[in-house]
């Protein structure tokens, strides 16, 4: 009866050790019939060498066997009773309510806070603003990755996205786009824009989606001094963001209307003159 049948079934592990075992058992026989045919040799010598080859067969084997498994990647958890981060005051946006959401990856290594503003079933403005904060995702580099990811955490398709052009904000420099956004029934909305802001700071962007009331879209120095608006609440003791926002107060642009400034009492923070922006270049989701 062999060793294997005596034995029973056997783990992986054990496995691969019998395996060796017995590799290391057959040059322990050549090691004899060497010996035979030159006594001189120590059978010290020889069990020395059989035993290094021992450990060398099943060193890589064991090692592997017993490894532990690689971690689960993090995961985003929803934060129940959010402390807001941020604020954002808009004149343009006063008739419309506020959503403030925050999620943290379970390893701690990134945080984003959401502001809706209005909704996008609605004709009047809508505004979705992303913070993230902490390590960058993957694609974050790429203007229409990231707009169609900002698109799909809202529930909405992003049906066409025109050519990228740069935007100026107190945060730094970004990119925005004329898009065409569609619900998961079909019900599309024209005079929308993606956005994204890189502020120079890796673990810091900010990024998101506004669309003009009734078909308008936002025109392009209103849509900045719009991502402008977003100020910081409270941070806490991340000294990097607190020193973040004190430069950045220091670039906000003075043709931005102020809080007290009635300028927005009209409708001259859309662009009256193309209700419904051309789609350059569009793209299709």
Known sequence: ??????????PPAFAFALRDLRRALRMFADGVRFVVRRPALAGATVSALVFSALLMSGAERLAVAEAPPAPAPARWIDISRPLPMYGFE???????????????KS???AREDVLTFGAFADKQAFVR???????????????????????????????RL????????RFGDGEFAEAKLATATGESREGCQAFAVA?????LRIAGLACGPDGKSFERRRL???VGRLDLLGAGDDLDLKAFFAQAELRRDPSCPTRSRAAFADASWVDERHAAPALRGGQKR
């Open 107 to 109: 390893d701690d290594s």
């Open 129 to 159: 603003l992303t913070v993230r904060r902490g390590a960058p995702e993957a694609g974050a580099t790429f203007f229409f990755v990231e707009a169609a990811r900002r698109a799909a955490e809202a529930g909405l398709a992003l049906d």
């Open 162 to 169: 025109g050519q990228p052009a740069a935007l100026k904000t």
């Open 1 to 10: 009866m062999s060793l294997a049948n005596v034995l029973g079934p056997r």
């Open 199 to 203: 502020s120079g700071n890796p673990e």
């Open 224 to 226: 900045a001094c719009l």
């Open 90 to 104: 808009a004149p343009e946006l006063a008739r419309t309510a506020l959503s403030y959401a925050v999620r943290r």
